[in-house]
């Protein structure tokens, strides 16, 4: 079963026409984590949300927008798409959790949105 | 600031042989984790395995298994009897023990791209 859900699998914006990728986890997790991720590269950070409090990385353009109104659901907007803006968007969550065996954070990701921009 | 690099662009491996993929770290800390996610076309990036660095004991999961040397800030990845389903992009990933900011975030390696030949 599916426990980071991304909507929709694949999204075609026009240049400058502002899209919202979703993202919704049933793992009851705190954290949530919105990656880019441009072919063939590792997965680059935009931002996170730990509970409600969110987290910009310093290189993240100010195109890109996150809101997260409820633990379950995190969403990605891209105000104004540009061509560089074609990518794999990648949405994780994790949760600090302590077992017997130590201290773990895994981080759990979607199966991603792949964005064109025409 | 951490980097994670993984000098191998591309390996290839036989059926039923073993590969050995390389990942090399440098970090001032001294508690942190280490990861491999897998990452099969147009699928989700799944956890292979991790390492707390604490730990001396290389962890393993089944086929995998992980050498990691923390003086050398190495951390390499063997898969043994190789399948066809063992074909993907590996990252290699580092995130610190901290739980607090930034610190949160993992940090990818470029991938090393995994081909099975039958």
């Known amino acids: 079963d599916a426990m980071v859900i991304q909507n929709p699998r694949y999204q075609v914006t026009q240049f400058g026409k502002p899209v919202t990728l979703s993202c919704s986890q049933t793992l009851n997790h705190n954290v949530m984590y919105w990656y880019q991720q441009k072919s063939s590269q590792a997965p680059k950070l935009l931002f996170h949300?730990?509970?409600?409090?969110?987290?910009n990385e310093a290189d993240t353009p100010d195109n890109f927008q996150s809101r997260r109104p409820n633990t379950s659901f995190c969403f990605l907007d891209i105000r104004s798409p540009g061509l560089g803006d074609a990518a794999m968007y990648l949405c994780?969550?994790?949760?600090?959790?302590?077992?017997?065996?130590?201290?773990?954070?895994?981080?759990?990701f979607g199966a991603g949105t792949r964005l064109s921009v025409l | 600031a951490q980097t994670v690099t993984q000098s191998q662009p591309e390996m290839s491996v036989q059926e039923a042989e073993t590969v050995t993929l390389s990942c090399t770290y440098d970090t001032s800390e001294s508690d942190y984790y280490l990861f491999w996610y897998k990452q099969p076309p147009s699928r989700q990036m799944i956890l292979v395995i991790r390492q707390e660095a604490y730990k001396q004991q290389n962890a393993t999961e089944n086929r995998f298994s992980v050498n990691f040397q923390k003086a050398a800030k190495s951390f390499s990845l063997k898969i043994s009897d190789s399948q066809l389903g063992d074909a993907a992009m590996y990252f290699c990933a580092y995130r610190s023990a901290s739980y607090s900011g930034s610190a949160r975030q993992l940090t990818f390696g470029s991938g090393t791209q995994l081909t099975v030949l039958p």
């Open positions: 949300y730990y509970d409600k409090d969110f987290n």
């Open positions: 994780a969550t994790s949760r600090k959790i302590k077992d017997p065996s130590g201290t773990k954070n895994i981080q759990y």
